[in-house]
């Protein structure tokens, strides 16, 4: 028998409060299988990001419990637990006076690899998102948007970590190169097999990339659904979204 329990990150009865009165999370549940692509899909500040921050400890939970690899995320040595999460955010975050082939070797160099190991492993990286060798180069302002958003998946597998942390990584893109991010994505998953964790308020998005999708309202989950569940899904907060997106679709025709 396979094990019944193959959730990378679990969330037990998570809570997260500014203070006393201000909660952004409220008893959050919610399980990411191993080699999945969980997709949080919301509207802004219904607590997607703050979801994510939880999982690499830019927060801790006010209450309740984030496992990872069925250990607590208090309990985890900070360092060890951040070489198993890559991070990639909308902004990407690239250090603008290093060259790309030091943003992408950064956590390399960190973990004191030779020169030449870091050199052959940003080569690799580069070809796997997409990029020619000669972007080692160059600077992130010499790249365009899509381009730099590459560079940050780059970044971010570097040190081939098991679980990413995606947060709106193609929301800053014209729809033509978001779209052509968004194919190559699958099919760079479906070569690494990562877990995966993705923001997005973008249905469309959603349905396209998610094996599963979380519906976060008000710092709550109110739904979890497959692509085709949700297309049928008569909840209230999953209908509302539907709506908006077939009525975006069709003035757009
Ligand atoms: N440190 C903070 N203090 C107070 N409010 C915050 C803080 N961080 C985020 N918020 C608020 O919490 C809500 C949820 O934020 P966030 O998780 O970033 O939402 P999302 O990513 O879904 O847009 C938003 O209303 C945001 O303004
Ligand atoms: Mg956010």
């Not at 009865?13 to 919301?42: F, K, S």
């Not at 830019?58 to 496992?67: F, H, N, T, W």
């Amino acid at each position: 028998m396979p094990p019944t329990d193959d959730a990378v990150i679990e969330f037990r009865d998570v809570a997260y409060r500014v203070d006393q009165d201000r909660g952004l999370l409220h008893n959050l549940n919610l399980e990411v299988r191993g080699g999945e692509i969980l997709v949080l899909l919301g509207r802004s500040g219904s607590g997607k990001t703050t979801t994510l921050k939880l999982v690499n400890r830019l927060l801790d939970p006010s209450a309740g419990q984030v496992r990872i690899e069925g250990r607590p995320s208090t309990e985890w040595d900070l360092i060890r637990l951040r070489r198993r999460i890559g991070y990639v955010i909308q902004e990407v975050g690239l250090f603008p006076h290093f060259t790309v082939e030091r943003n992408v070797g950064l956590v390399c160099s960190i973990e004191g690899w030779s020169p030449e190991r870091i050199r052959a492993r940003v080569e690799e990286l580069l070809a796997l998102v997409g990029l020619d060798r000669q972007f080692a180069r160059r600077y992130p302002r010499e790249l365009s948007g899509g381009q730099r958003q590459r560079v940050g998946v780059a970044r971010a597998l570097a040190a081939d970590p098991p679980i990413l942390l995606m947060d709106e990584p193609f929301g800053a893109l014209d729809p033509v190169t978001r779209a052509e991010l968004q194919r190559e994505f699958l099919a760079l998953q479906q070569k690494l097999n990562k877990t995966i964790l993705f923001v997005t308020h973008d249905l469309r998005e959603a349905l396209l990339l998610g094996t599963r999708v979380a519906l976060f309202e008000a710092g709550r989950l109110v739904g979890l659904y497959t692509p085709a569940e949700f297309l049928r899904a008569t909840e209230p907060y999953a209908a509302a979204y539907l709506a908006a997106f077939r009525t975006e679709q069709t003035s757009r025709e």
